[in-house]
């Protein structure tokens, strides 16, 4: 666990004081147990024992009631949300409970090259397997080469095989300095000193710069841009999760998430709400998030890199004070946190984590196999105070010998519903292809590129109509706040980058023109020559509504 993770894992928040508890019980060996009842469990919420308020079973037992303990399984509806009552006898249609729905998400951001190949061979190998009944969908963090539900065993090889490293334009495998969102947080969110070091000491190997001071200086510029890029990638990784829960949430039977991902920086205040809402909207849903952590077992390539560099080895390593060991250590750290990520999702979920398996056909084997049988618990707690503090969970059954999976804890904030919502549908409205308009916009596209560049600046500039916030319905009252995100996909449809921006009205002055509007101008930079789609989305929340629009531009 890194040295954040341990602190934060599971932040939950939620409109209503329930707490949904997914839990899987096994035997001593191994198997899992599926004949328990409401009175056979006891939840302990930071020690305090809480009553059982919700209770449900999901059974996916397709043949004759199969006996697990001392008493024969009885067959219960899948139910995500449930009234508090145990599902007694069978559910009223098997067949909906025996199909299996699953995504498989992809990060195609954050991953290596190298890893990518390993990635795709291991999910051709692993769709042979695919059941008759099971239904599989393909979901990339990038927005490429998706492919809906299907059962056809060539159709999904034939997207499996498409399966490619999507980094955006200027940012390929090789970086100098190469710095990753967890490091550059430290050095310029954090004020690390030492973090600040290692890095200067990597600019200083890779770029060779004439003075340690203009090391720091590239490393500072290097770690400001990762700062950048890093809250997006997170932003898009943690949207595509969202979107591949509600795309299961409506199926029948069970649903499932497998996220194939080297994992990524989810540790700041903005990306630990949105993954607590993750978690949340995937429990409420009955969905089920696998993770398989693709880095395998592999000598860590910071360790590779650096060693290739320096010339030790190790049988050899440098010492614990070097610079370079100080850089393995905050690289070592950064997988690590990138990581974890993966794990506090799987276990927020009832799901499970693969990772330290350099064979990934064998962990997506194991992911697509999830348990017969799993409860799902709810409790109120009691007097709760929405102060931030940490619950840790436990979950005692009355079965001899068992072993519980649960989720370990939450975290009791203060619910922000209207925010979380409205940021959610921003977001999702960004990576959508459709237009609409509440407010009437001109939309100008355009770039420039010098004679010799190899990269260009793409311009957007927006004129935007404020007549329908300034109608008499809509009364003026001081200053609203549009918020607005243009974002550039490229001809495949590939997320490139985005920018957002909130731009303050001050309708008082608008109401007081004939035509009031504003214009706006932003400004992409480091665009490679092809063909894009830029995407304009603003939310007037004044009027409850959305602005979308799709402009084609070629850069040359």
């Not at 006898?89 to 390993?118: C, N, P, Q």
Request: glycine share 8%.
């Amino acid at each position: 666990m890194g040295r954040q993770a341990e602190s934060q894992l599971h932040r939950f928040e939620s409109g209503v004081n329930l707490v949904l508890v997914p839990v899987v019980v096994r035997d001593r060996h191994g198997r899992p147990i599926g004949n328990l009842r409401k009175e056979d469990f006891q939840i302990f919420d930071a020690g305090n024992s809480r009553a059982v308020a919700t209770f449900s079973v999901t059974t996916r037992a397709t043949d004759a009631r199969p006996v697990v303990g001392n008493r024969p399984v009885e067959k219960s509806k899948d139910a995500a949300g449930t009234s508090g009552e145990e599902h007694p006898g069978a559910g009223s249609s098997e067949a909906k409970e025996t199909r299996r729905h699953f995504v498989y998400l992809f990060d195609d951001l954050h991953i290596r090259f190298a890893d990518m190949a390993r990635v795709r061979a291991a999910a051709l190998g692993h769709f042979k397997s695919v059941g008759a009944e099971d239904r599989v969908a393909i979901f990339t963090i990038s927005g490429r080469d998706i492919l809906d539900f299907t059962g056809d065993h060539d159709i999904l090889e034939k997207a499996a095989s498409k399966l490619r490293w999507a980094p955006p334009p200027g940012r390929g495998e090789f970086q100098c300095p190469d710095v990753s969102y967890y490091i550059a947080d430290l050095v310029i969110n954090k004020n690390d000193v030492q973090a600040l070091d290692g890095l200067t000491y990597h600019t200083a190997q890779c770029a060779h710069p004439p003075t340690v001071e203009m090391a720091r200086q590239i490393a500072r510029t290097a770690a400001n841009r990762a700062v950048i890029f890093g809250r997006q990638d997170t932003q898009l990784a943690l949207s595509a999760v969202r979107r591949a829960i509600q795309r299961l949430a409506g199926l029948h039977g069970q649903r499932v998430i497998v996220l194939a991902s080297p994992g990524f920086f989810a540790q700041t205040p903005e990306a630990l709400k949105a993954m607590a809402e993750i978690v949340e909207l995937a429990v409420r849903n009955g969905v089920i998030i696998n993770a398989l952590n693709v880095r395998g077992v592999v000598q860590a390539p910071e360790e590779e890199d650096v060693a290739t560099k320096s010339g030790f080895s190790r049988r050899s390593p440098p010492k614990a004070s070097s610079p370079d060991q100080t850089w393995i250590r905050y690289r070592r750290e950064s997988a690590h946190e990138e990581g974890d990520v993966l794990n506090d999702i799987a276990k927020g979920t009832g799901g499970k984590f693969v990772r330290g398996n350099n064979d990934l056909r064998v962990g997506f084997n194991r992911l697509a196999a999830v348990p017969e049988f799993s409860y799902l618990l709810g409790f109120v707690p009691s007097d709760l105070k929405l102060d931030g503090r940490y619950h840790p969970l436990r979950v005692r059954v009355a079965e001899k010998g068992a072993t519980v999976e649960a989720r370990p804890g939450y975290y009791a904030f203060a619910p922000d519903p209207k925010g979380s919502q409205a940021r959610a549908e921003l977001e999702d409205a960004v990576l959508a292809r459709g237009e609409g308009s509440v407010l009437p916009t001109v939309l100008l596209t355009g770039f420039s590129k010098p004679k010799d560049a190899s990269v260009a600046r793409v311009q957007v500039t927006a004129k935007i109509d404020l007549r329908p916030l300034v109608r008499e319905r809509f009364a003026p009252r001081g200053r609203d706040t549009l918020e607005i995100v243009v974002a550039l996909f490229d001809a495949e449809g590939g997320f490139v980058t985005q920018t957002v921006e909130m731009a303050v009205v001050n309708l008082e002055e608008a109401s007081t023109e004939k035509d009031p509007a504003i214009t706006l101008h932003w400004e992409l930079a480091d665009i490679k020559p092809s063909t894009y789609t830029v995407r304009f989305v603003m939310r007037a929340p004044r009027i409850a509504g959305m602005t979308t629009i799709n402009r084609e531009l070629k850069v040359y």
